[in-house]
């Protein structure tokens, strides 16, 4: 059995201890606890422990958990593809995984339309994974310059999804890299962009992620257990 209570108390001992080593204070990492695949009632005892930031990879399964849990915010960690934006815009606090100006478009018209700014995040294929989604380095500040523009969205910062290793101490010059380019953006003080967010650092990499500047972790596993994938998790 997996106590959800007690996996929570551990995590946040070591986001703590790993905030403190980088000179920050605890409440100022956001904890996203990340829910795909788990059921709605396993969801819930992490918000009765006081976890509010939700994570879901995808639209289907974040808006039909939405309805059954109260007081949460919801964030969009996986990629979003351009017909999706209108269902979800509005639904979510934060959306981590912008990686194109089109997607940036296309959510900033929906916004735009309805008087409102989205918040954002860019995400970044630091290693250059091709199996994953992100943009280059080199790609990220000719489209921060292009979006800063957009009326509808909110450049809030970075975000990151690092390659799987088994020694997290691999990937720490991936997470360094990505802390730089946050500055470097910020340094440019451009209009509709706020370099707040730092997203970076899951179940076996968030130490080290903290360490080196993240201030929102996504964790799933260290919290609800390993992912059974052969279940529906779906809402029942
Ligand atoms: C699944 C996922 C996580 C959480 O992964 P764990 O290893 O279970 O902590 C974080 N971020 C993204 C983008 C994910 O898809």
């Not at 422990?49 to 974040?62: A, K, M, P, S, T």
């Not at 979006?147 to 088994?166: D, E, N, Q, R």
């Not at 953006?185 to 500047?213: C, H, Q």
């Not at 201030?215 to 779906?234: H, L, P, Q, T, W």
Request: proline share 4%.
């Amino acid at each position: 059995m997996v106590n959800v209570r007690e996996n929570i108390a551990r995590v946040q001992e070591r986001i703590a201890a790993a905030s403190r080593r980088s000179g920050r204070r605890p409440e100022d990492i956001t904890l996203v606890a990340v829910t795909k695949t788990v059921p709605v009632e396993h969801i819930q005892e992490a918000v009765d422990c006081g976890l509010r930031d939700l994570g879901e990879n995808r639209v289907q399964e974040l808006l039909a958990k939405q309805p059954h849990l109260k007081g949460v915010k919801w964030h969009l960690i996986g990629h979003l593809q351009r017909n999706k934006v209108r269902q979800v815009w509005d639904r979510v606090t934060l959306i981590h995984s912008v990686d194109s100006l089109e997607l940036a478009r296309e959510i900033d018209k929906r916004a735009a339309t309805a008087g409102r700014r989205v918040d954002i995040l860019l995400e970044v294929n630091v290693a250059g994974e091709e199996s994953k989604f992100g943009l280059t380095p080199e790609a990220v500040l000719p489209l921060v310059r292009d979006v800063a523009g957009l009326p509808g969205v909110h450049i809030c910062g970075l975000m990151t999804v690092a390659p799987l290793v088994k020694d997290p101490e691999e990937v720490r010059p991936v997470f360094q890299r990505l802390a730089s380019l946050r500055w470097e953006i910020d340094a440019l003080r451009l209009p509709g962009v706020d370099m707040v967010y730092l997203s970076m650092g899951m179940t076996n990499d968030f130490e080290v992620a903290i360490e080196a500047g993240a201030n929102m972790v996504r964790i799933g596993s260290a919290i609800f257990g390993a992912r059974d994938y052969s279940k529906n998790a779906e809402v029942q």
